[in-house]
């Protein structure tokens, strides 16, 4: 029994008439690019190509139909620019059945059938069997149209086939998978990546701490150490990224020596194309060396220019120049390192050798395109992560040992389920490549810290503390000057009630990364405020920008606010926060930020917001107790019954209830599909497409204004938006 996906191309002779070799080209570079990348994330295999068609084999259903989707998907965004008469358009069928192996080849009712509902698929749609179907419905948050029995050729007994609603890929802002900042503060460590540069005094930061200027450079006596990115003197701009890696690989593994202080990424590329002294850049980073140097790249040769520089005295400790064949890359950053750390006179131990001199790869193509991915993946846009994905799968599949490349696509997965980017992934899918992923990076390299962080934070959200703990724990430890290993580590503690410690994490943060982005003092301000230190909770965040603040940062000035009894301020705060996001209330953020350890510290949050003036439901909504519904009554509209009516803005929804407990409703903004219970006369809804597959609630009144022609004799007020409806059978 094998899932058996066979696709072909819609109108191909026709799009060979029109142009033959184009035609050829672009197919090729859509397998190449896209589709077969897919497949192998997916763990399918290519069993046969015919032209225009294929067909493949899949372990899972669920991973077929996956797989399916994300083709059909991609392939739809790749034609919006090109002309209709030269798109390239597939139809996907699938069916889990019994084959016959033979070799590399397999035939039987089970492929033909897969055959034959491909033909039956609508031009850049799937269509699926019945026994696909049972197996796939609720594991992907999906929803079908039940096509019916059908006789298909050669078939003896007639198949039920389902269609697959595509439609889901346009939920947005105001459908049940609108982005809430979830993970918006859970993983913060996933928008270190996202934003533009803040500057910062180092004065402003160590008066936060409360510490003196010398801070980092006297800490345990460690030799502290920013490497700035390296120039690009290659005649071609687009080798820029090149240089990047290049810095970006130093600094990771001088990050390592637990004998160094590493200044992060983020602030030593915040002086990339500035012309400053290297005593001025020393002073605003607080670190006593400087690495700074020049790479040029044609063909398969490198030079490469570096020095170390004393920058309280301005002189050379150390400089050379490289000219070696690129095949040697990786033994010219090993010996670059091996002499900074010789001239600072600092020791490494035994597993701080066996890391930095460990060979990411064997094969530099895929290096290439992993350090390509890893510029990409910093620009936390919709367009940016999707070509760091595809990059980073690129990478995996020339060198499938590749643990960096791994973890990299672990910490981007994360990123698209954090900022609920349901066009690259749906969210169950994300989720669970995000750790299939972490955990092939961990096989890979057991020292892997980036793969342990990303880990630490879907355990998290997944309430498993002590793993958590343990993960974000091991990441600090394999990566002692990581800012974002000790962020994770302060997020993690930070909900599971360690405040103390958590505040500790941040502020080894700031000390790690002197000029971060402007989520990291929201989040610093956050951590103050859990900790109750109201008054320097507001200080850290007038570090920020009004027009850089986050959701976070905005939700923390109205809690800071609110506990030192400055309401005005607080309310106001309020205000800009139902400005950016018109639905935010309090019922919703107790199941965004459910996955808090402690109750007392999620009543911290939610009680201060209360008194800082948001509302309870959405829009402020407020019924009255004569005409709410009880469980009873409520259960009388919910079995097999269809709510036809309007959302609070006026579109149109339709939802089917089934007696089993199944729902599937549709909008102007998609479809969606799931389960749902009541539960203290409050009717509630779970669907894996949204926030984890964590349950939304609201209470149902009956609407004294409403009828039956305006379809709104009822309303339920949720977490997201009112429901206006009436009930047919």
């Given at each position: 029994?094998?899932?058996?996906?066979?696709?072909?191309?819609?109108?191909?002779?026709?799009?060979?008439g029109?142009?033959e070799?184009?035609?050829?080209?672009?197919?090729?570079?859509?397998?190449?690019?896209?589709?077969?990348?897919?497949?192998?994330?997916?763990?399918?295999?290519?069993?046969?190509?015919?032209?225009?068609?294929?067909?493949?084999?899949?372990?899972?259903?669920?991973?077929?139909?996956?797989?399916?989707?994300?083709?059909?998907?991609?392939?739809?965004?790749?034609n919006?620019?090109?002309?209709?008469?030269?798109?390239?358009?597939?139809?996907?069928?699938?069916?889990?059945?019994?084959?016959?192996?033979?070799?590399?080849?397999?035939?039987?009712?089970?492929?033909?059938?897969?055959?034959?509902?491909?033909?039956?698929?609508?031009?850049?749609?799937?269509?699926?069997?019945g026994?696909?179907?049972?197996?796939?419905?609720?594991?992907?948050?999906?929803?079908?149209?039940?096509?019916?029995?059908?006789?298909?050729?050669?078939?003896?007994?007639?198949?039920?086939?389902?269609?697959?609603?595509?439609?889901?890929?346009?939920?947005?802002?105001?459908?049940?998978?609108?982005r809430?900042?979830?993970?918006?503060?859970?993983?913060?460590?996933?928008?270190?990546?996202?934003?533009?540069?803040?500057?910062?005094?180092?004065?402003?930061?160590?008066?936060?701490?409360?510490?003196?200027?010398?801070?980092?450079?006297?800490?345990?006596?460690?030799?502290?150490?920013?490497?700035?990115?390296?120039?690009?003197?290659?005649?071609?701009?687009?080798?820029?990224?090149?240089?990047?890696?290049?810095?970006?690989?130093?600094?990771?593994?001088?990050?390592?020596?637990?004998?160094?202080?590493?200044?992060?990424?983020?602030?030593?590329?915040?002086f990339?194309?500035?012309?400053?002294?290297?005593?001025?850049?020393?002073?605003?980073?607080?670190?006593?060396?400087?690495?700074?140097?020049?790479?040029?790249?044609?063909?398969?040769s490198?030079?490469?220019?570096?020095?170390?520089?004393?920058?309280?005295?301005?002189?050379?400790?150390?400089?050379?120049?490289?000219?070696?064949?690129?095949s040697?890359?990786?033994?010219?950053?090993?010996?670059?390192?091996?002499?900074?750390?010789?001239?600072?006179?600092?020791?490494?131990?035994?597993?701080?050798?066996?890391?930095?001199?460990?060979?990411?790869?064997?094969?530099?193509?895929?290096?290439?395109?992993?350090?390509?991915?890893?510029?990409?993946?910093?620009?936390?846009?919709?367009?940016?992560?999707?070509?760091?994905?595809?990059?980073?799968?690129?990478?995996?599949?020339?060198?499938?040992?590749?643990?960096?490349?791994?973890?990299?696509?672990?910490?981007?997965?994360?990123?698209?389920?954090?900022?609920?980017?349901?066009?690259?992934?749906?969210?169950?899918?994300?989720?669970?490549?995000?750790?299939?992923?972490?955990?092939?990076?961990?096989?890979?390299?057991?020292q892997?810290?980036?793969?342990?962080?990303?880990?630490g934070?879907?355990?998290?959200?997944?309430?498993?503390?002590?793993?958590?703990?343990?993960?974000?724990?091991?990441?600090?430890?394999?990566?002692?000057?990581?800012?974002?290993?000790?962020?994770?580590l302060?997020?993690?503690?930070?909900?599971?009630?360690?405040?103390?410690?958590?505040?500790?994490?941040?502020?080894?943060?700031?000390?790690?990364?002197?000029?971060?982005?402007?989520?990291?003092?929201?989040?610093?301000?956050?951590?103050?405020?859990?900790?109750?230190?109201?008054?320097?909770?507001?200080?850290?965040?007038?570090?920020?920008?009004?027009?850089?603040?986050?959701?976070?940062?905005?939700?923390?000035?109205?809690?800071?606010?609110?506990?030192?009894?400055?309401?005005?301020?607080?309310?106001?705060?309020?205000?800009?926060?139902?400005?950016?996001?018109?639905?935010?209330?309090?019922?919703?953020?107790?199941v965004?930020?459910?996955?808090?350890?402690?109750?007392?510290?999620?009543?911290?949050?939610?009680?201060?917001?209360?008194?800082?003036?948001?509302?309870?439901?959405?829009?402020?909504?407020?019924?009255?107790?004569?005409?709410?519904?009880?469980a009873?009554?409520?259960?009388?509209?919910?079995?097999?019954?269809?709510?036809?009516?309007?959302?609070?803005?006026?579109?149109?929804?339709?939802?089917?209830?089934s007696?089993?407990?199944?729902?599937?409703?549709?909008?102007?903004?998609?479809?969606?599909?799931?389960?749902?219970t009541?539960?203290?006369?409050?009717?509630?809804?779970?669907?894996?497409?949204t926030?984890?597959?964590?349950?939304?609630?609201?209470?149902?009144?009956?609407?004294?204004?409403?009828?039956?022609e305006?379809?709104?004799?009822?309303?339920?007020?949720?977490?997201?938006?009112v429901?206006?409806?009436?009930?047919?059978?």
């Amino acid at each position: 029994m094998v899932a058996i996906l066979a696709a072909d191309v819609v109108g191909y002779s026709r799009l060979m008439g029109l142009d033959e070799t184009g035609t050829l080209s672009r197919l090729k570079a859509v397998r190449r690019e896209f589709i077969e990348p897919l497949i192998d994330g997916y763990h399918g295999r290519v069993v046969k190509l015919m032209g225009d068609g294929a067909l493949v084999e899949f372990a899972s259903v669920v991973d077929a139909v996956a797989c399916a989707v994300e083709i059909q998907r991609i392939v739809a965004r790749q034609n919006l620019d090109l002309p209709e008469d030269t798109r390239i358009v597939f139809r996907i069928g699938i069916n889990l059945g019994d084959v016959i192996i033979d070799g590399d080849d397999f035939y039987g009712d089970g492929v033909n059938i897969a055959a034959r509902l491909q033909g039956l698929s609508d031009p850049g749609g799937v269509a699926i069997s019945g026994t696909a179907y049972d197996q796939a419905r609720n594991k992907l948050g999906l929803a079908f149209k039940s096509l019916g029995e059908q006789r298909l050729k050669n078939i003896p007994e007639p198949v039920r086939v389902y269609r697959v609603l595509l439609e889901q890929t346009t939920i947005t802002g105001k459908s049940r998978s609108r982005r809430w900042p979830v993970i918006g503060a859970a993983v913060l460590f996933l928008v270190l990546a996202a934003v533009v540069a803040l500057t910062v005094w180092p004065q402003a930061i160590a008066f936060l701490r409360g510490d003196g200027p010398d801070t980092v450079d006297s800490v345990a006596g460690k030799p502290s150490i920013a490497v700035l990115p390296f120039g690009d003197l290659s005649d071609d701009p687009a080798q820029d990224y090149f240089a990047e890696g290049l810095t970006d690989d130093l600094i990771t593994d001088l990050s390592k020596i637990s004998g160094l202080l590493v200044i992060a990424r983020h602030s030593s590329f915040s002086f990339k194309d500035r012309s400053l002294d290297i005593n001025e850049i020393a002073e605003q980073l607080n670190v006593h060396y400087v690495v700074e140097g020049s790479v040029r790249r044609e063909g398969d040769s490198v030079r490469i220019n570096v020095q170390l520089i004393d920058a309280k005295t301005g002189s050379n400790i150390w400089a050379e120049r490289y000219d070696r064949d690129y095949s040697k890359l990786f033994a010219l950053q090993d010996e670059v390192i091996e002499r900074i750390v010789e001239a600072l006179s600092v020791r490494l131990t035994a597993g701080e050798k066996t890391q930095i001199a460990r060979l990411p790869t064997q094969n530099l193509e895929a290096y290439d395109f992993y350090i390509r991915a890893e510029q990409k993946v910093y620009a936390i846009d919709y367009k940016s992560l999707g070509e760091a994905l595809s990059l980073y799968q690129n990478a995996i599949k020339l060198d499938p040992a590749f643990a960096d490349a791994y973890s990299g696509y672990a910490r981007a997965t994360v990123d698209v389920l954090g900022f609920d980017f349901q066009r690259l992934m749906l969210s169950a899918v994300a989720r669970q490549r995000a750790y299939e992923a972490a955990g092939r990076a961990l096989v890979l390299n057991p020292q892997s810290s980036r793969a342990y962080a990303v880990l630490g934070i879907l355990q998290m959200l997944d309430s498993e503390w002590d793993e958590a703990l343990a993960s974000v724990q091991k990441a600090v430890a394999l990566d002692p000057n990581g800012a974002e290993a000790e962020l994770n580590l302060a997020i993690v503690l930070t909900y599971a009630g360690q405040n103390p410690a958590a505040l500790a994490a941040m502020e080894r943060v700031l000390q790690l990364d002197p000029k971060p982005r402007a989520q990291v003092f929201d989040y610093y301000g956050f951590v103050l405020y859990m900790n109750r230190q109201y008054e320097k909770a507001l200080q850290a965040l007038r570090q920020v920008q009004p027009e850089e603040r986050s959701d976070l940062g905005l939700e923390t000035l109205a809690m800071a606010n609110a506990r030192l009894g400055r309401l005005a301020e607080a309310h106001d705060a309020v205000a800009a926060i139902l400005k950016k996001i018109p639905v935010q209330n309090l019922a919703g953020f107790r199941v965004v930020y459910a996955h808090h350890r402690r109750q007392q510290d999620l009543d911290h949050r939610i009680d201060a917001l209360r008194l800082a003036g948001l509302p309870e439901l959405c829009f402020d909504f407020r019924g009255r107790d004569e005409d709410r519904l009880d469980a009873s009554a409520i259960r009388a509209l919910a079995g097999d019954r269809t709510w036809v009516g309007h959302q609070y803005n006026g579109a149109p929804f339709v939802m089917e209830l089934s007696a089993n407990g199944d729902f599937a409703m549709s909008s102007q903004n998609g479809i969606i599909s799931g389960a749902f219970t009541l539960e203290d006369n409050l009717f509630c809804t779970r669907s894996s497409a949204t926030l984890l597959g964590r349950k939304f609630c609201g209470p149902v009144y009956r609407n004294p204004q409403g009828s039956s022609e305006k379809r709104d004799e009822y309303v339920l007020p949720d977490s997201v938006t009112v429901w206006y409806f009436s009930v047919s059978p």
